[in-house]
């Protein structure tokens, strides 16, 4: 996120500035938190995004992916976002989500409702969980037609090449360098006719889920990557090592994930990379 951001953070008086570090290799867009930090921030940059286009579009499509995120984004039920966000104006969606009922533990409709969405008052017809009843094919089909539906209607906006634009897309990253559901050596990471897509063989369990697609993540207006967790070397395939030694190879998808950097032509980071943060992200922790 851009520079000017941490100025304006820093007039906000819960926000300790001095407590994030930038990362010694120069990537403008990586940023190193205390946990506590890290929520804090979180809650003003996507205040701050949803006052912008709330006044620009007349509404604030956020797309959300599930894991740590969620607890992440506590700030923003308390004062003063709370009474300050105009929460009839957000739109909710999910980046991936695992077939399940909605009210089992494995949903990521489930876990944002209940750590988040339950908590403010957002229309419920805003917010789009997956038809549970189909399979992973048929709720990816109906998931797909829903954005078409609102992108026609403007509520998601359309980028130059015709692709739904979210104003801001919330996501993690797994342990072996996963976004979304897409995942390392996954014929998937190649889909760019879909917008959304399915799988049955999630290498994370549960095996069926649905995902947006790198097109759709790579379209987005924002994209904040909230990553939390360390980054394993090895497992008992050896596959999380060999990705991250490699470099995964997500590394042009990413460099496409934010506007921002593509701009500024710098490199941006990979699993790898992040890994190398780790040492920071202990410090502050
Ligand atoms: O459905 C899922 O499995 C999640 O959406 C997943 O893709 C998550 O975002 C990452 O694994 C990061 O999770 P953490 O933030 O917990 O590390």
Redesign the pocket.
Known sequence: MKNSRNEKRSQHPNVETQASLKWEKGYKNVEVFSKEHLAVSLAYDVAQLSTKFTKERGAFTVA??????IKYLRKLVDSPYAETIDWSKWHVF?????VVPKDNL?S?YKLANDGFLSKVPIPPLNVYSIDDSLPPDGAADVYETTLRRLVTSNVIATSTNGLPKFDLML?????DG????LFLGHPLLNEDQKWISFLND?P?QPPE?ITFTFPVINASSNVAM????EFTTSSKDGRRGRALEQNVPYSSDLLALQPSIQRSQEQTPTSKDLLALQPSIQRLA
Do not use: F, I, Q
């Open positions: 959300l992916s599930g894991g740590s995120l999910w980046v991936d989500e695992r494995e990521n996501l993690g990253m797994g342990p996963h976004v979304a559901s999630s994370k889920r909230v990553v939390t967790r």
